[in-house]
C-alpha cells in the first residue's frame, strides 16, 4: 500500500497560524491546511484561521489505539469502533489550552468553519473530497473542540476507509489535522475548477455558483448556476440552475437550510464576477503550476474570499508535447481493445516496434531506436502516436478516416472533425511522396504477387502463411546457457526487427478475401442488403480464434465425461486450480488436457499485446474459468460447435440466396459474385493469423524478460522477477550492470496502480469539446485542449463529488 510522510517522533506545536504553515509542513497539519497556507503566503485572500496539528490526534490515538491503528474494511466493525473510541476519550488538556488560546485569537465568539485535514489528502493523485467531515458556523471554544474531536473521528467513517483502501493508502500512516478558519458569511459561494472537469478541456474554467455557503453546491444538495469560460474570458456556457435550495448561517452558531421558490432567471453572479473569479483561479493555477479545484465564497460587501484548493486528481494526463501548437494524439493500446494502463516495459516494446515501423514503411531511420520515433508519447501509462503530421496531410487526412472507419469508427466522427480546425490546415498538398512510399513496401514484400496468389490458389496462399509461421517460430528460441545480457540482446533484436514484416507476409492473404468482398459487392449493387453482406461472414473457417474457442470446448466435453476433472472444476475456483496445475496436481485428464491446449495456445493472453502482462501458460487462471463456465452450459443449442456450424450454414445459404439474386439480372456477373464469396469464406478467416504470430513473438519476448528478472532478483538487484516489467530497456541494462533501480520500479508502481484505479475509464463517453458531441470509445487527445474519456455525463458536479 502507498504510505505517506510520517510527522516526527515529538510534535512540538499543538497549534499553528495558517499563515506560517506551507507544504513541507504536510505530515504535521494535513493536506488541505498546507495548500491554505501556502495560498495566505502567497497573497491569495483566505479567511484568517489557526491549524490543530497531528500532534494533537497522535495523543488521542495513542490513548485508543496504542502502537498502532486498526487494519479497517470499509463496513468493518473495527472502523466503528475506532470512532466511538476517539469521540469518547478525553481530550488531552495540554490540547484544549492550546485550542482555546488560539480560538480566542481570532476574536471574541467568533463563528468559524472547523474542516479535517488528513495527511493524505489534497495530494496530487487523491483528493479524498468529501472523505472526512467538515462543520460551519461553530461559534465558541467549546464547541470547536467538540467539532474537532467529530474530525478526528470521521477519520475512520466507512467512506473515508473505503477510500484509502481503494487508492492503496495504509491506514496506519494517516494523521488528521484539523483547520479552524473565520466563517465567510457567503452570499454567494461554489467551486471552480481551473480545467474543465467534464471534458478534460485545459484551456476553460468552469464554475458552480449558488446563493449560501458552498456546502449546498459541494454537497451536490443543489441545482447550481453553471459558467463555462474560455482562456480569453469570453463566457462560452451560461446554464441557470433552479437553486431551490440555500444554506445559511445561524445566529450564536449552525445553519439552517431554507428551500425556496425556483429562480432559473436569475444568475448569482454578474460578468464581472464570474471574469473575477476566472482571473483568481487561474492565479492559483499558475502558482502551483496545475489545475486546480478551488472552493469560494463571496461575502455581503462583494469580497472574495478563497477557502479550498486542491489539484484535480481526475484529469487525463496529457502527453509531452514538443512545441505549443496543436497536436492530437492516437491511442495505439487502445485501438487494439486494451483499456487498462501498458506496463513500462510494454510501453518501451511499442517505442522499439514504432521505430522499426518508421524505417520500414516511412523510410525513416530513428537515431535511438530504443527510444522510438518522435511521434511516439505516452500518457496515463498508455503508449500515444502523434497523428498531427497525417492530419495536416492531404492523402493523410483523406484515407486514416477511412482506415478508421473498419477499425474504430468512431474516432473516425472525431478525426473528421478536427479535420476542421483551422489549426490543423493542410501543409503537405502532393500525394506522391506517399505513393512512392506505399508502392516500395508494396513491392519490397510482393504484396500485389501474395494477394494474386490468394485469389487465385487459396489453398497455397494459406500454406505459405504457415510456413511463415514455422519459420517464426524457428526464430523464437535461445541457445543453452545464454547470460542475462544476451537474452535482453535477443528480446530487443526481435521487437526491432521481426514483429513488423509480419504484417505484409500474411495480411494480403485476408486481404485479398476482403477485395473479393467488395468486388462482390460491386457487381451486386443495391439488389442485396447491407446486413446480408455481414452474414456471409458468419462461421467462417481458418480463424485461429474461432478454432482455439472450439477446441476449449472439445476439452470441456471430454472433461465432462470425467467425474474427478468435472468435480474438480465445478467445486475449486480457476485461481486456485490454477495454483494446482502449475504443482501437476489436477487430476489427470483436466490436467494433460491444459497442458495440450497451452502448448498450442499459451502464447495468448487477457491483455497480450503488452509484455508485462502474463501469458496463459504463466497464469491459466483465464483458461480454467472458461472451461468452468463451459461445463455449466446446458443448452446443447449454446455450444460454440453447433453455433459455429449453424453460422456456417446461414453463411451458405446466404452466399446462394445472393448469387441466385444477381443471376436473374446476369449470368456472368453471377459467376464472378459466386467465385469471390467463395475467396472470401476460404480467406477472410486468416484476418486473425497475423495478430497470433505477433502475440507469439512478444510471449517469447516476455519469456526471455522474466528469465532476466529472475536473475536480477536472485542477485538481489530486483524484490521480484516481475519488477523487470516495470523499467525500460534501458534500465534493465542498467540494472544488470549493478544500477540499483528500487525506487524507480516502487514509482512506476504506483503510478501503475493509480491508473488501475483511475475512476474515469478511457473507454466510455466523452465530450467532443470541438463538435459538442458524445463519442464512444475515443482514443484521440488533444494537447492543451484534451479530449478527457469518461464514465458519464450526467453531471457538472465537481468531478470528486461524483
Known amino acids: 500500500m502507498t504510505t505517506v510522510p510520517r510527522p516526527g517522533v515529538v510534535d512540538r506545536e499543538l497549534v499553528l497560524d495558517l499563515g506560517t504553515v506551507n507544504a513541507q509542513l504536510l505530515p504535521v497539519v494535513g493536506g488541505k491546511a498546507a495548500n491554505l497556507g501556502e495560498l495566505i503566503r502567497a497573497g491569495f485572500p483566505v479567511p484568517a484561521g489557526f491549524c490543530i496539528t497531528t500532534g494533537a490526534y497522535q495523543q488521542v490515538a495513542a490513548h485508543v489505539f496504542g502502537s498502532g491503528a486498526p487494519d479497517a474494511a470499509p463496513s468493518d466493525t473495527r472502523a466503528e469502533r475506532a470512532r466511538a473510541a476517539i469521540l469518547a476519550s478525553p481530550v488531552p488538556a495540554g ?46 471554544a467549546a464547541a470547536v473542540l467538540d467539532a474537532m474531536r467529530r474530525c478526528w473521528a470521521s477519520l475512520w467513517t466507512d467512506r473515508a476507509v473505503s477510500y484509502r483502501t481503494t487508492n492503496g493508502i495504509d491506514h496506519a500512516t494517516v494523521r488528521l489535522a484539523v483547520v479552524v478558519q473565520q466563517m465567510v458569511q457567503a452570499q454567494v459561494a461554489g467551486v471552480l475548477f481551473t480545467a474543465n472537469p467534464v471534458t478534460g478541456h485545459r484551456g476553460h474554467t468552469v464554475i458552480d455558483a449558488s446563493p449560501g455557503l ?6 451536490g444538495a443543489v441545482n447550481p448556476d453553471h459558467f463555462v469560460v474560455d482562456a480569453t474570458g469570453a463566457l462560452l456556457e451560461r446554464r441557470l440552475g433552479d437553486k431551490r435550495l440555500v444554506i445559511r448561517a445561524l445566529p450564536g452558531g449552525g445553519t439552517e437550510r431554507i428551500a425556496r421558490t425556483a429562480h432559473p432567471e436569475q444568475p448569482c453572479l454578474s460578468d464581472g464576477q464570474i471574469r473575477d473569479l476566472t482571473a483568481l483561479g487561474q492565479r492559483v493555477q499558475a502558482h502551483y503550476g496545475a489545475p486546480q479545484d478551488i472552493e469560494w465564497a463571496v461575502d455581503a460587501a462583494g469580497a472574495l474570499w478563497l477557502t479550498q484548493a486542491r489539484p484535480i486528481t481526475t484529469l487525463y494526463p496529457l502527453p509531452a508535447r514538443p512545441d505549443s501548437d496543436l497536436h492530437v494524439y492516437f491511442c495505439v493500446s487502445l485501438a487494439q481493445g486494451l483499456t487498462r494502463p501498458v506496463t513500462p516495459m510494454g510501453i518501451a516494446a511499442f517505442r522499439l516496434i514504432g521505430s522499426c515501423i518508421s524505417e520500414v514503411v516511412f523510410g525513416s531511420v530513428v537515431i535511438d531506436p530504443v527510444a522510438g520515433p518522435a511521434v511516439c508519447a505516452d500518457a496515463g501509462q498508455r503508449p500515444f ?32 472533425r478536427l479535420c476542421g480546425d483551422p489549426r490543423l490546415a493542410v501543409r503537405n498538398t502532393s500525394p506522391w511522396p506517399f505513393v512512392k512510399r506505399v508502392l516500395a513496401v508494396l513491392v519490397r514484400f510482393r504484396v500485389p504477387l501474395q494477394i494474386g496468389q490468394a485469389l487465385l490458389r487459396p ?14 517460430r524457428s526464430q523464437l528460441s535461445v541457445p543453452t546457457g545464454v547470460t542475462a545480457t544476451q537474452r535482453l540482446d535477443h528480446a530487443q533484436r526481435l521487437l526491432a526487427t521481426t514483429i513488423v514484416p509480419i504484417m505484409p507476409a500474411v495480411t494480403p492473404v485476408a486481404g485479398a478475401g476482403f477485395l473479393a468482398r467488395a468486388l462482390a459487392r460491386k457487381l451486386a449493387g443495391d439488389r442485396v442488403e447491407p446486413s446480408e453482406w455481414d452474414e456471409v461472414l458468419r462461421g467462417l473457417p481458418h480463424n485461429v480464434t474461432t478454432e482455439m474457442d472450439l477446441e476449449l470446448w472439445a476439452l470441456a466435453t471430454r472433461i465432462r465425461a470425467d467425474a474427478a476433472a468435472a468435480g474438480a472444476l465445478r467445486e475449486a475456483i480457476p485461481a486456485l486450480l490454477a495454483h494446482r496445475y502449475t504443482r501437476r496436481e489436477l487430476p489427470p485428464r483436466l490436467q494433460q488436457g491444459l497442458e495440450s491446449f497451452l502448448a498450442r495456445h499459451g502464447h495468448r493472453a487477457v491483455a497480450e499485446i503488452d509484455v508485462g502482462m502474463p501469458r496463459w501458460s504463466d497464469d491459466p487462471t483465464y483458461v480454467l474459468g472458461v472451461l468452468a463456465n463451459y461445463l455449466r452450459l446446458e443448452d446443447p443449442d449454446l455450444a460454440p460447435n453447433v453455433q459455429f456450424s449453424r453460422g456456417t450454414r446461414a453463411a451458405e445459404a446466404a452466399v446462394l440466396g445472393l448469387v441466385s439474386r444477381v443471376r436473374r439480372h446476369s449470368r456472368l456477373r453471377a459467376a464472378v459474385v459466386r467465385m469471390s464469396l467463395g475467396r472470401v469464406r476460404e480467406l477472410v478467416g486468416m484476418r486473425e493469423t497475423h495478430k497470433d504470430y505477433l502475440v507469439r513473438v512478444l510471449a517469447h519476448v516476455r519469456e ?32 544488470l550492470a549493478g544500477t540499483d533501480m528500487c525506487a524507480v520500479i516502487a514509482q512506476r508502481r504506483e503510478g501503475y496502480q493509480r491508473e488501475l484505479r483511475r475512476k474515469r475509464g478511457i473507454t466510455r463517453a466523452l465530450r467532443d469539446v470541438l463538435a459538442r458531441a458524445l463519442v464512444v470509445a475515443v482514443d484521440v487527445l488533444l494537447a492543451g485542449e484534451l479530449h478527457q474519456p469518461i464514465h458519464d455525463l450526467v453531471s457538472h458536479r465537481p468531478a470528486d463529488h461524483l
Open 385 to 416: 502516436v502523434d497523428i498531427t503530421p497525417v492530419l495536416r496531410s492531404r492523402v493523410g487526412r483523406a484515407l486514416v478516416p477511412r482506415i478508421l472507419d473498419v477499425m474504430e469508427a468512431r474516432s473516425a466522427v472525431v478525426l473528421r
Open 704 to 735: 526471455q524478460l522474466a528469465a532476466v528478472g529472475s536473475e536480477l532478483a536472485e542477485a538481489g538487484m530486483l524484490a521480484t522477477p516481475e519488477d523487470v516489467f516495470f523499467l525500460d530497456l534501458t534500465q534493465a541494462r542498467a540494472a
Open 95 to 140: 490540547v484544549v489550552e492550546a485550542v482555546d488560546r488560539a480560538y480566542r485569537t481570532l476574536g471574541d465568539s467568533v463563528p468559524v468553519a472547523v474542516r479535517s485535514s488528513a495527511t493524505a489528502e489534497d495530494l496530487p493523485w487523491a483528493s479524498f473530497a468529501g472523505q472526512q467531515d467538515t462543520f460551519l458556523n461553530i461559534v465558541g
Open 214 to 219: 458552498g456546502e449546498a453546491v459541494v454537497s
Open 459 to 472: 489453398a497455397a496462399a494459406r500454406r505459405r502463411v504457415d510456413r511463415v509461421g514455422q519459420r517464426l
